[in-house]
Structure formats: C-alpha cells, structure tokens
C-alpha cells in the first residue's frame, strides 16, 4: 500500500474540522475533489474511516486507529523537513575527514577551525590515520572525505590536488650538511639513513630517489614522524620528511633542511567517493579547502 502525503494531509484536515468544506479549503482543492480523495483512502485501507451526512462528520473506529498512524506519520515528516532545513542551512550537521597526520598535526587543524568559525552547528570529526587507512574508510564511507599523500588510483575515488609539498632533510646540528640552504641528493651518499616503514606514503614516494643517492641503511624502519626525530637526535643517521610533518619530528639540537630536487615534493590530494554526493556541510567544507590551495614551499 502506498499511501501519499497528500492523503495523509486531507484525513488530518478532516478529522481536525469535520467539515469537508473546510478541509478542501485547507488542501487547496475543491469540495468534489477532495471528497474524492477521502474514498480513494478508505478504498486503498479496506475501511471507512469517516461517518458522515449532510450535518455531520465523525471517525469511525478504524478511522480512530488511522488516526494515530496518521499523526505519527505527519510529525515524522514534519521533523525530518525541518532538520533538513537545518542541515541545508548549515544550522546543524556534522563532518568527518580522514586525513594524514602530518597535515592533522599541521596545515588542517587551522582550517578546521575557521570552518567551525563560521558554521558553529555543524560537528567536525578527524581520524589522523595512513594513507592506505584513509582511503579504507572513504570506501567504507565512514568518512566524508579524506586528504591524503596517496591519491586513490582505483576509479572509485576522485581525486582533487590541493598543493605540492616539499621534502625536508633532517639531521642534527652537528652535522656538516646543517651547513648548507639546501641539500642536494648526493649528498646523502653513504650516510645512514632512518627508514619510514615501506607501507607509507613517504617512503614510496622516496624510495626511486633514495636508491640514486646511495644512502646506507640504518637498520632503523618506523612508522611515526616522533620516532624518527628520536632517532635522528640520537644519532642513527639522517632521515627526509615532508614539509608539514616537520613539527612532529623537530626537538633542540635538530634541523630541517629542504631538498634541492623537483621530484623531491609530494602531492597532497582531497579524496571522495566518485559518485557519492556530499552533504551540504562536507560540501562546504571540501570547497573551502580547495580554495586554501598553496604551491611547494
């Protein structure tokens, strides 16, 4: 049984005025029209729902059990056009992003802010999570969006680049190579060099221009940004980190240093779902972003 919104709304005006008249007036429809609709309704119900004569107009019994449905029905849809309008006018909503932590630790939680700035209703939620993790949960939808340092290649993700980051040499104060404004490849020939694990993003991305520059294996592979400037104020060896991870890496007695080579960058992409709309919210937000665009520094 498919029971319209246009039935519904001509039985609660009948019950509520008991007078077809009235209630025709109210539906915007003439009196034979409307009467119309009411036995179309009791027709599609299989029961009369009205009592009714020339004076009089009253719920039958069965009319009483529609009734409750009835309003429950109204109220149901009355709540859900009203958020919404809330949502359609950013009143209310919320937003969750999938993003690596280098840029959850750097470049997004300013953003972020000034999104929320300007639409306080609306909830953020961040994973600062892999590469491979991020597109994981794109899939999976339990994030709107993702940004990440490795685009989705399959053709269930589109794919927007938002800037170029440059790489960074890391090393202690001691080193000579502090010395220098900007470090070239070859110089890192024969030095030990802190892996990132082979999984991630930078180390794929590293790995054709680490091979040309020779460097020695430190016997160190770590997942965190942290962990590798432990290890390099330690004294294990040098290691390249992209731009904005940089904060997670420094402490006193280390350095960055930018690497002097156009492949040396890393592209920053925003990943969705192709063929999956956003809500008006991530909408918002994935064009504000798009906007904050910035070349390699």
């Known amino acids: 049984m498919n029971l319209s919104g246009r039935a519904i709304d001509a039985f609660l005006a009948l019950a509520e005025t008991r007078r077809f008249a009235l209630a025709a007036k109210r539906c915007h429809v003439s009196p034979s029209t409307f009467s119309q609709m009411i036995g179309r309704l009791e027709s599609q119900v299989g029961a009369r729902l009205f009592d009714r004569d020339t004076r009089n107009v009253s719920l039958t019994p069965e009319g009483e059990v529609f009734s409750h449905g009835a309003h429950r029905i109204a109220a149901e849809m009355r709540a859900s056009m009203s958020e919404l309008r809330e949502r359609a006018n950013r009143r209310i909503g919320r937003v969750t992003v999938a993003v690596t932590p280098s840029l959850a630790s750097d470049w997004l ?156 960058v890393r592209p920053v992409t925003m990943i969705k779902r192709r063929g999956r709309s956003l809500s008006v919210a991530a909408a918002v937000l994935w064009d504000q972003l798009k906007l904050s665009k910035r070349s390699v520094g």
């Not at 953003?111 to 700035?117: F, G, S």
């Not at 899939?139 to 290649?153: E, H, K, M, N, T």
């Not at 090393?171 to 890192?188: G, H, N, Q, S, V």
């Open 109 to 264: 939680p300013q953003r972020l802010a000034e999104y929320q700035q300007i639409n306080p209703g609306i909830a953020l939620r961040m994973h600062d999570v892999t590469s491979g993790r991020c597109l994981e949960l794109i899939l999976r939808g339990d994030v709107d969006f993702g940004i990440s340092a490795q685009p989705g290649q399959d053709l269930e993700f589109e794919n927007h680049l938002l800037f170029m980051e440059r790489y960074h040499l890391l090393c202690r104060k001691t080193d000579p190579l502090a010395k220098l404004p900007e470090i070239r490849l070859r110089d890192l020939k024969d030095r030990a060099f802190v892996h990132m694990v082979r999984t991630g993003s930078v180390r794929q991305q590293m790995m054709p221009l680490l091979s040309t520059a020779q460097v020695r294996d430190s016997g160190m592979e770590v997942a965190n940004f942290g962990t590798v400037g432990g290890l390099v104020a330690a004294g294990f060896g040098v290691s390249i980190v992209p731009e904005h991870a940089i904060g997670l890496c420094l402490r006193p007695g280390l350095v960055a240093i930018p690497v002097k080579s156009p492949k040396a």
